[in-house]
């Protein structure tokens, strides 16, 4: 929330047709309940100011402004890839945080790629987003904006979402469910949810909350090793949540929604990229990724790491890279390796905010 002085405005971005309903036709602005289908299609499927309202008569939209916040970001840095378009956004939130998006060009539309929080406490230690920690969670309106701000920023329509930006978006549950439903409501961008991808570094009782809600979306699961050890080493969550606990309600999450599983695997050099962690990997997924003895399905994405300043790990090379991947077909195990988009922009997550954050501090 935003206001001036001590007057608290209403995040009218974050709220669904019934609620504007229930706000405009109670005072001060005693307004027909039409007028809320109205303010959300501008809002939501335009991605307009209380201005550019032009059916509105213009003492709603003025009262409008006064008390109410559209929290859509501003472009504070925008890198595009001379390649294939791919672009990555510095967003600078109501407040003055920052956050990153990624615009992607796929054949089958486009894709944007969205944080949930100002930075990250899981503590992974190959991500650049967690290195300063968690600030503050994003609101609903704030990530719907992120979508809003791509889209007026390329002047393309966005189809796709995956949740795979800063933060881990089960930590900010409510606000992220909250974006899911405001996002494919059908007055507004009506993205269709099996079209949305969430990423979970793997907390296990928000795995199980998601799958009881009824939202088709694809879960996408950072496994990163297949050894709690391994596990444990770079991924603190590991410390709360074991793998075999975490593949359990992965196994339940099938179960439940009938969605297929997405695991995904940065490969690091010397780390867990050598064919004895595939063949690992592969015997892990078929332990636990059963149903009755037939195996359910399941896709494994391999993401070579993007190099970050201060971690001391390396990228997997190219054949290393191909031998996992090879060891995990011929086991029968759908994998893939993650196309890799602008390389010609290369940052990994959170390295515009790191450096944006150390130009504010320099000068």
């Not at 809320?36 to 032009?54: P, Y």
């Not at 402004?65 to 672009?87: A, F, H, M, Y």
Request: proline share 4%; with cysteine.
């Amino acid at each position: 929330m935003s206001g001036s002085g001590n007057i608290e405005k209403t995040d009218i971005l974050g709220m669904f047709p019934e609620e504007i309903e229930a706000l405009i036709t109670s005072p001060p602005y005693m307004q027909p309940k039409y007028r809320a289908k109205q303010i959300f299609s501008w809002l939501h499927e335009r991605g307009v100011g209380f201005d550019e309202m032009s059916n509105l008569p213009r003492g709603l939209r003025e009262s409008l402004g006064e008390n109410c916040i559209i929290k859509t970001p501003t472009v504070e840095k925008r890198l595009v890839s001379k390649i294939d378009g791919t672009r990555k956004y510095l967003y600078r939130l109501y407040d003055g945080n920052t956050v990153e998006a990624v615009f992607m060009r796929y054949e089958h539309g486009n894709t944007l790629c969205v944080s949930s929080q100002v930075g990250c406490r899981m503590g992974c230690r190959f991500c650049a987003s967690t290195k300063s920690g968690r600030v503050r969670d994003l609101s609903a309106s704030e990530i719907v904006g992120e979508v809003i701000a791509a889209e007026r920023d390329s002047g393309e329509r966005i189809s796709n979402i995956v949740m795979m930006g800063i933060g881990e978006p089960l930590d900010n549950f409510d606000n992220v469910v909250r974006f899911l439903r405001l996002i494919s409501h059908p007055d507004g961008k009506n993205i269709g949810l099996r079209h949305i991808s969430l990423s979970t570094c793997g907390l296990v009782p928000k795995i199980y909350e998601l799958s009881r809600l009824d939202l088709p979306v694809t879960l996408s699961i950072s496994l990163h090793a297949s050894t709690d050890a391994a596990r444990s080493e770079i991924m603190p969550v590991n410390d709360a949540y074991k793998i075999d606990e975490l593949l359990r309600a992965c196994r339940d999450w099938f179960v439940t929604t009938g969605r297929r599983i997405s695991f995904e695997y940065t490969l690091i050099a010397g780390k867990n990229d050598s064919p004895a962690d595939a063949k690992s990997l592969s015997r892990l997924l078929s332990k636990y990724m059963t149903d009755g003895g037939r195996r359910l399905p399941l896709h494994v994405n391999l993401i070579p790491l993007n190099d970050v300043e201060g971690v001391g790990m390396r990228r997997a090379d190219r054949e290393s890279v191909e031998r996992f991947r090879t060891v995990l077909t011929g086991d029968g195990i759908n994998a893939t390796v993650r196309r890799r988009l602008g390389p010609d922009i290369d940052a990994a997550c959170g390295q515009l905010r790191i450096s944006s954050k150390l130009s504010q501090e320099t000068f």
